[in-house]
């Protein structure tokens, strides 16, 4: 089975702190994701990354930054956490791209920014 | 990105009942159609995936797919109250998947 974790289910942070999250498959995939979650607003992609190094930005890059330097390891990154980032972040990851992409979900963890 | 538009909800069935859910696309070019169940407070998971036109079913559930008026629809036959959740519809989109905001299911007693 695959799995996909991420460090923490819930995070309590203040303005201006920068946040690191972490997340790992154990599944040799290529591709990870990660997104974020709002009530109304359904999953909204961050940023992706397709192998080691890369990145892409997702549909909401501002006030993100990720980090990829091993396989099986996608951090999501808040250079100066802020209220409104406040949300539930989701990692996922997948193998090659192709008819069935589908995605593995991680557990998520909830960030409130004070 | 692309759109993706699910019937908004909340959407409350019967038990034994059926439910529909339906979801549109905006890419003619879509090829890959995915239903995820996400219960409250937890993650996504994969139910259904779907790539030809026509009905897959598995178990009480079936995805209907039309390429040609570009929507998907998921049937819940016999619910049950363990199938109380937000349904997600998602469109492949390269790498991508673009995700529709959800239709909350509750199936009452």
Known sequence: ?114 | QKEVEQNSGPLSVPEGAIASLNCTYSDRGSQSFFWYRQYSGKSPELIMSIYSNGDKEDGRFTAQLNKASQYVSLLIRDSQPSDSATYLCAVNDDYKLSFGAGTTVTVRA
């Open chain 1, 1 to 114: 089975d695959v799995k996909v974790t991420q460090s923490s289910r819930y995070l309590v942070k203040r303005t201006g702190e920068k946040v690191f999250l972490e997340c790992v498959q154990d599944m040799d995939h290529e591709n990870m994701f990660w997104y974020r979650q709002d009530p109304g607003l359904g999953l909204r992609l961050i940023y992706f990354s397709y192998d080691v190094k890369m990145k892409e930005k997702g549909d909401i890059p501002e006030g993100y930054s990720v980090s990829r330097e091993k396989k099986e390891r996608f951090s999501l990154i808040l250079e100066s956490a802020s209220t409104n980032q406040t949300s539930m972040y989701l990692c996922a990851s997948n193998d090659e791209p192709g008819l069935n992409n589908e995605q593995f979900f991680g557990p998520g963890t909830r960030l409130t920014v004070l």
